[in-house]
C-alpha cells in the first residue's frame, strides 16, 4: 500500500487507515443487513382516545405525511474504510480531506472525503448529514457521483466515497495559460446551470457554489461538489429564518449580505454569475477581504440599488445602517469588454439585486447567449490538462481565496460606510 502521509495523520495506529502492513490485510467488513424492527402500523383512523391513558397502549396520533416505519429502506451497514487503498491527499478543505483511492475490489480510482468530526460536541454533524443526503437527492450527469460512505476504527472516521475527477476549476483557472474560449464557457456553464436547475427541481439549495467546488474530468464534463452547506428549502423555518452564513466570501448574493433570512435559489444564480465571470477573466470577480468591501465592489459594478432595480432592498435588516453611494451607472461593459451582447445581458440577469427578478436557472440555460455564434463546444472536444489531484501537476499557490463559512466565524456586520 502506498504509505504517503497526510498532516491528518493520527498518531494512534488503530485509528489510521493509512495504517502499515497488519491495519493493510484486515478484511473488509462484510456487508450486512441490519435486522429490522416489524412494528405494528399505526392506526389509519382517526382516534380520540388520550395517549396519557393507563392501561392497553393508545393508538397514537400520526401525521399521514409521516411514513410508517416499515416503509423505510432496508439499512445496510458501511463497508470499511480499508476495502480502499489510499493513494495521495488531494486537498484539505473547511470540513474535510479529500484522498485519492483505489477500491481494492474493482481497482477503479475513486476519491474519499474524510469528515471532520474530531471538534464535534454534539454527535454527527448536521452539515455531513446533509451533505450525504444533498448528494445523494441530486443525482445528476453534472453533480459529482456518491459511491457510498465508509467508516475507519473509530466514530471519528467516516468518509464520503465519490468518483474521481482530475480536475477543479479553481485550480484549472490558475494553472492553464489561457482562459477558456467562448465556446467551452458555454458548455460548462449550461453544464453549471443543468445541474443547479436539477437541485433546484429537487428542492436543494447548494449555497457553496464557487470554482474550487466545482470539478472538471478530461472529457469536458463539469461535476458540482461539495454539499456541505447545503440544504432542504420550502420546508417551514424557525423563529430566526435561515441562516445568512452561507456561500463563501466572494460569491455571496447581496440579499446574504445585508440580512435577509428567507431566500431561495436566487443565491445560487448569484453565486453563478460570479463563476461566469471567472470563466471569461481567469480571476474571481469579487476579491473583497471582507463584507464591507464586498458590498461596495458590487455597488461599483452595478451602480447602488434604486427602489426600481430592488423595491425589496429598504426592508433588509442591514439596510438603513447603510451610507448609498451616489447614483453610478452600472460598469459591466468596461468589466468585460470582449463579450457579446447577449453574453453580457445573461450576466447582468445573473447578477440581479434584486433575488425575485433575477433568472432561475431553466430560464438561463434558454437565453439567447447559448443560440449564437460561437456555439457550445461539444465535451468530447475539449483539450486535457495534467491533473494536479492526480499528482500529475503541483497545485499554484496564487491566490487564497475565503473558505466556506463556519458558525464561529461569523460575525454579524452592524454597520456599513459604503462611499
Ligand atoms: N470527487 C473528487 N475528485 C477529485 N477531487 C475532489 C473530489 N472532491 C473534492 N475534491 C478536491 O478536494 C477539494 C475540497 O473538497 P470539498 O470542497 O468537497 O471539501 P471542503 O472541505 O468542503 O472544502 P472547502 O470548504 O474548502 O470548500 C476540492 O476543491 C477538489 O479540489
Ligand atoms: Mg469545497
Known amino acids: 500500500m502506498s504509505s504517503v502521509a497526510g498532516p491528518s495523520t493520527p498518531s494512534r495506529k488503530r485509528s489510521k487507515w493509512e495504517g502499515d502492513a497488519e491495519e493493510e490485510t484486515r478484511p473488509a467488513s462484510p456487508v450486512r443487513r441490519v435486522k429490522q424492527k416489524v412494528t405494528q402500523p399505526p392506526p389509519t383512523s382517526s382516534s380520540n382516545s388520550n395517549p396519557g391513558q393507563h392501561g392497553s397502549a393508545p393508538p397514537r396520533a400520526r401525521s399521514k405525511f409521516v411514513p410508517q416505519r416499515n416503509h423505510h429502506p432496508p439499512i445496510l451497514s458501511s463497508r470499511s474504510v ?30 474519499l472525503k474524510k469528515l471532520k468530526l474530531e471538534e464535534e460536541k454534539n454527535g454527527f454533524p448536521i452539515t455531513a448529514l446533509r451533505e450525504i443526503n444533498a448528494l445523494m437527492t441530486c443525482r445528476h450527469e453534472n453533480v459529482v457521483n456518491i459511491r457510498e460512505v465508509v467508516v475507519g476504527d473509530t466514530l471519528t472516521q467516516v468518509f464520503v466515497v465519490m468518483d474521481f475527477i482530475e480536475h477543479d476549476l479553481k485550480t484549472l483557472l490558475q494553472t492553464m495559460p489561457a482562459p477558456f474560449l467562448q465556446s467551452e464557457i458555454k458548455t460548462l456553464l449550461l453544464q453549471l446551470l443543468s445541474a443547479v436547475d436539477h437541485c433546484h427541481e429537487n428542492w436543494i439549495l447548494h449555497r457553496d457554489l464557487k470554482t474550487s467546488n466545482l470539478l ?120 468585460f469588454p470582449h463579450l457579446s451582447a447577449n453574453g453580457l445581458d445573461l450576466m447582468i440577469s445573473l447578477l440581479t439585486y434584486d433575488p425575485a427578478a433575477r433568472i432561475s436557472a431553466a430560464e438561463a440555460m434558454e437565453h439567447p447567449y447559448f443560440k449564437e455564434s460561437p456555439l457550445p463546444k461539444h465535451p468530447d472536444l475539449f483539450g486535457s490538462f495534467p491533473s494536479a489531484a492526480a499528482g500529475e501537476k503541483r497545485k499554484p499557490k496564487m491566490y487564497k481565496s475565503p473558505t466556506a463559512p463556519r458558525a464561529a466565524d461569523y460575525k454579524i456586520v452592524t454597520e456599513f460606510d459604503i462611499t
Open 216 to 335: 472538471m474530468n478530461n472529457r469536458g464534463t463539469i461535476k458540482v461538489a461539495d454539499f456541505g452547506l447545503a440544504r432542504r428549502y420550502g420546508d417551514p423555518v424557525g423563529v430566526g429564518g435561515l441562516t445568512q452564513l452561507v456561500v463563501t466570501l466572494w460569491y455571496r448574493a447581496p440579499e446574504l449580505l445585508l440580512g435577509a433570512t428567507k431566500y431561495s435559489t436566487a443565491v445560487d444564480l448569484w453565486s453563478v454569475g460570479c463563476i461566469f465571470a471567472e470563466l471569461l477573466t481567469k480571476e474571481p470577480l469579487f476579491q473583497a477581504k471582507n463584507e464591507i468591501e464586498l458590498i461596495s465592489m458590487i455597488f461599483k459594478l452595478l451602480g447602488p440599488p434604486t427602489h426600481a432595480s430592488w423595491p425589496g432592498y429598504s426592508d433588509l435588516p442591514l439596510a438603513k445602517s447603510m451610507n448609498l453611494p451616489s447614483p453610478q451607472p452600472a460598469l459591466f461593459r468596461q468589466q
Open 82 to 111: 480499508y476495502s480502499y487503498e489510499r493513494l495521495n491527499q488531494i486537498e484539505e478543505g473547511s470540513y474535510g480531506v479529500v484522498y485519492r483511492a483505489r477500491d481494492k475490489d474493482t481497482g477503479e480510482i475513486v476519491a
